[in-house]
């Protein structure tokens, strides 16, 4: 299996450096056969300030290669972004800036090689019996030096004005191919053999950005991308550039109230969920719990609130959320109620994110 994405490209979210790829070999004890699983690991380098990298988290290479590649599928599927990279297939480079400071270097080069050719003829007139004939010679011939670099000087410089127009010309060549390839991605990713999707991703991503977080407890779920920087602009969220932001995830959230059940260690219990019942609504969509409760603490002295807390003021304030599937059994259960205090916290908070009037 191949790392699809370069590790110098996903960066380390402390010491930003590249990530490294690792295996981790298990043998399953059944059947004797060992199994491969690639990551994306911190090669644990030196910090600015002289410290060791002690990121940890390591990323499964098969889920976050899945991550960005449903990220992409998700992008080019809308119409907006459709209607851009027509727009950008029908684009032409504009060079016209490098050609005319090539025509400034040519002129400048045209008069330095003129005075060059005077002061030649000028040597060749000069008059070997002339008693400062040596110093003449000698103060002409500094002076020819001088010109004779400042003509390297030009054509180096035309040189390199030439160069970044051929790399011009050829960037545009290759993203109009990268843009026609993105029209019909789903189709044709799938096609494309491990060293065809390396290349389309070297081509395609500058650099990944993690969080500086462990999402879900170190779990597996979850996000760990923070943004994307792309080698050429897309249109994505309302915006056209190279930086995109991973989406955030549709998430059902739900208030448990835990209460001991007088059940054997080995007891549990089995929870189904039917999901389409649980539609998120408008209000919701605005702000997250844990975006109210950074919000809460950042404006309040580091207060601190709880879903609870946050799902009861909803309520109190007509905002509709989400049933409460997880019920205690005795109905003399109590739940606690959100002070008043850590109430205002949160409606201030809830008008912040205009979901309050």
């Known amino acids: 299996m191949?790392?699809?994405?370069?590790?110098?490209?996903?960066?380390?979210?402390?010491c930003g450096g590249g990530m490294s790829g690792t295996v981790q070999r298990r043998q399953n004890k059944k059947t004797g056969e060992y199994k491969d699983t690639f990551y994306y690991r911190c090669h644990h380098r030196k910090k600015v300030d002289g410290k060791i990298c002690d990121y940890k988290p390591m990323l499964n290479q098969k889920v976050f290669n899945a991550e960005v590649e449903e990220f992409i599928r998700y992008m080019v599927a809308g119409?907006?972004?459709?209607?851009?990279?027509?727009?950008?297939?029908?684009?032409?480079?504009?060079v016209s800036a490098l050609?005319?400071?090539?025509e400034q270097l040519q002129k400048q080069l045209k008069q330095v090689q003129g005075s060059k050719l005077k002061l030649i003829q000028m040597?060749?007139?000069?008059?070997?019996?002339d008693k400062h004939y040596t110093r003449k010679y000698q103060d002409m011939q500094d002076r020819l030096d001088n010109l004779y670099d400042k003509v390297a000087e030009f054509e180096e410089a035309m040189k390199d004005i030439d160069a970044k127009i051929g790399a011009s010309y050829g960037k545009e060549i290759t993203?109009?191919?990268l843009y026609e390839f993105l029209l019909d991605f789903d189709i044709l990713y799938d096609k494309?053999?491990?060293?065809?999707?390396?290349?389309?991703?070297?081509?395609f991503i500058e650099k990944i950005e993690l969080k500086n977080e462990t999402v879900n407890n170190g779990t597996s779920q979850g996000s760990r991308i923070e943004h994307i920087d792309l080698a050429f602009p897309v249109y994505y969220g309302d915006c056209k550039g190279t930086r995109i932001r991973m989406p955030e995830e549709n998430t059902v959230e739900t208030v448990v109230l835990l209460s001991q059940l007088k059940q054997k260690p080995d007891d549990y219990i089995n929870v189904t969920?039917?999901?389409?019942d649980m539609d998120i609504t408008s209000a919701e969509t605005k702000a997250t719990y844990d975006e109210i409760k950074k919000y809460v603490a950042e404006h309040n002295a580091g207060m601190k609130v709880s879903n609870?807390?946050?799902s009861q003021i909803k309520r109190k304030c007509g905002i509709e959320v989400g049933k409460n599937y997880n019920l205690p059994k005795n109905e003399d259960s109590r739940q606690p109620q959100c002070p008043e205090d850590k109430e205002s916290a949160i409606v201030e908070a809830l008008k912040h994110f205009k979901m309050n009037s």
Do not use: A, W
């Not at 040597?123 to 019996?129: A, F, P, Q």
């Open 273 to 276: 969920i039917e999901l389409d």
């Open 308 to 310: 609870l807390y946050i």
């Open 79 to 94: 119409d907006e972004f459709r209607s851009f990279v027509q727009e950008k297939l029908e684009e032409k480079v504009d």
């Open 175 to 177: 993203g109009k191919k």
């Open 2 to 14: 191949l790392h699809i994405y370069p590790c110098f490209y996903v960066r380390c979210p402390l």
């Open 99 to 102: 050609e005319t400071e090539r």
């Open 123 to 129: 040597l060749d007139r000069l008059d070997t019996g």
């Open 192 to 203: 494309m053999t491990d060293m065809e999707k390396k290349e389309f991703m070297n081509t």
